[in-house]
Structures are given as C-alpha cells and as structure tokens.
C-alpha cells in the first residue's frame, strides 16, 4: 500500500545532525542541573546532620541533670570523643551518631564492661562504669571517631569516600584543654554549674594559614550558648593521604567538606558554624591553645 505523501513526510525520523543537536541541548541542561542538584544534596544532609546534633544536644541536657557531677558530657578528657554514655540511654538511635554526609557505621555489638581495653588518661575523677551511668555495656565502635588515623582497630579510613567505623562527632568534655601556655594549670570539666559561672582563664592566640587570630578573652565571662560540647568529628589525616587536612578546622576531607560543621552547646542548642567563623567560635567554645592551620602544598 502506498501511504499518502503528507504522511510519509511525517515519519521519515530524525536526521543523524538533528539528534546531535538534541543530546547536546540535554548535555547542557543536565550540565547546568547537577551543579544545583549538588548543592541542594549538600544542603539537605547539613540539615539532616544538625538534626543529629539536636538530638545529641537534647541527651547531653538530661544526661547533665541525671549526673552526681551535673557534668554535661561523660568523656575522660578534653580530647576523648567516647560517645556511649549517650548511647542508648540519652539518645536512643545509632543514626543519629553518623553524619549523613559520610558513610561512617557503627556496629552494634554491646560488649560488658570488663571487655573495655580503651583507658584514656582520666580527668572527671569518675570511673567509666559512673560516667555510663550504669549502663553495663559499651559499644568499642563508639569509643573513637570514624576518621581518626590514631585508630589503630580502625586502620582503612577512607578520606575520599568518608568511609570507615565509629562515630561522626567529636566531644570537648572540657575547658582550657590541650594546654601547653600554662601546662599545670587542670582542664576544666564542663558541667552546668561551671558552664553557667566560667571566667576564661587564657588568652589565645591562633595561626589560620600563616595569619594570627588574637582572642583575648582572659577575664571575660564565658556563656553556655557559646561553649562547645559536641561537633562535626574533624581529626587531621596527615598529608599526603588528606591533603590539605587541618584539625579542627573545615576541610575537604571532613563531614560537610570546607563548607562548616555542625556544633552541639551547652546551653542545649545546636547550630551550623562556617568555616570562616569557625576558628573564632571554637576559640570561644573549648578555650584550646596550640591551634594551627596550615597551608599544604
Ligand atoms: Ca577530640
Ligand atoms: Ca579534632
Ligand atoms: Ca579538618
């Protein structure tokens, strides 16, 4: 059958150059797309990230108001980031100690205390058992940071794909920590009676990429809203593996990369810090001395 020519001028497809053009018009709209989606993405998984910290925020609160010291985290020392006297009794899920923008895990295999091998150098005066607060088991996965090179259990950490066990979330258990201007002076513990009464004790003077930031704070009164307890996990991984990673300081190999973190206080709220801010407010919120960012090849 012959078709009429009307029609056979309608089906005769697409020329091989119309197609080319075609996919080059999606290549550019997806081109223009992604860069957005990305963002969006990055986004989404700060704000779901800063829900973590609220609810860590929360279980500090009433893990304070539970304990014989009214102390507002149960960790050793300003530099233990143990996180199970959260868990389960304060914050009762696991997710909520993974940063969503990593693929951190933390396995749940509760062992009885008398299985602990981890003692870091005890400031509280308490024993492991009374910070847990009774609990008699622990989870060694939540003893230490995901991305810690110091973890020898943990040794495989991934910097490009933020893969590795432990915990997302850093704690600074106490003030006027990592001291080396005035070494005999104590580390502070925060709890809601000091929190609410700290005077600092330090001037700090910190090196960010080669500038000096000066925090004159001795003598000024500290407020809870702006002392640290919980944040964003930010250990540096030495170069050349991370390059460019700095502790304690936002960069490309941390949860939300160089963009901030997220940061728990003791006042109970919870609240994105940008990595421009940063250096100021951890100033203010752990009075740590000894803080360097440096610039890598
Ligand atoms: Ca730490
Ligand atoms: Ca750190
Ligand atoms: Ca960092």
């Known amino acids: 059958m012959k078709l009429p020519n009307i029609l056979r001028n309608n089906c005769r497809g697409f020329t091989l150059i119309e197609l080319l053009v075609v996919i080059a018009i ?20 700060k704000i779901a990230c800063l829900n973590n910290t609220k609810q860590m925020a929360i279980g500090s609160q ?9 102390a507002l985290t149960g960790v050793a020392n300003f530099s233990d980031d143990d996180l199970n006297w959260l868990f389960p009794m304060y914050v009762s899920g696991l997710k909520s100690l993974n940063c969503p923008a990593t693929r951190h895990y933390v396995t749940n295999t509760p062992l009885p205390l008398s299985f602990n091998g981890y003692n870091p150098r005890n ?11 009774g609990q008699s088991t622990f989870l060694p996965d ?12 943990y040794p495989n950490y991934s910097p490009a794909t ?14 006027n920590g990592n001291n080396t201007i005035t070494p005999n002076v104590t580390n502070i513990r925060k709890t ?35 002392i640290w307890l919980i944040y964003d996990g930010d250990d540096s991984i030495p170069y050349p593996s991370a390059p460019g990673s700095n502790n304690d300081y936002p960069d490309n190999i941390d949860n939300h990369g160089a963009d901030g973190g997220n940061v728990v206080f003791a006042d109970g709220h919870a609240e994105w810090v940008s990595q421009k801010r940063y250096p100021e407010i951890f100033a203010y919120g752990t009075e740590e001395q000894n803080y360097n960012v440096r610039v890598y090849p």
């Open 26 to 45: 999606i290549a550019i709209l997806a081109g223009m797309l992604l860069p957005a989606l990305s963002k969006a993405k990055a986004r989404a998984l």
């Open 62 to 70: 009433v893990y304070a108001d539970d304990d014989d010291q009214k």
């Open 123 to 133: 400031d509280t005066g308490v024993s492991y058992a009374d910070r847990l607060h």
């Open 142 to 153: 939540l003893q230490r940071i995901a991305a810690n090179v110091n973890n020898p259990n």
């Open 162 to 175: 933020k893969t590795g066990r432990g915990s997302s979330y850093e704690v600074s258990g106490f003030l």
């Open 192 to 226: 809601q009676t000091r929190v609410a009464n700290y005077t600092y004790q330090n001037n700090l003077s910190y090196n960010v990429k080669g500038q000096t930031l000066q925090f004159n704070i001795r003598n000024v009164k500290a407020s809870p809203s702006s």
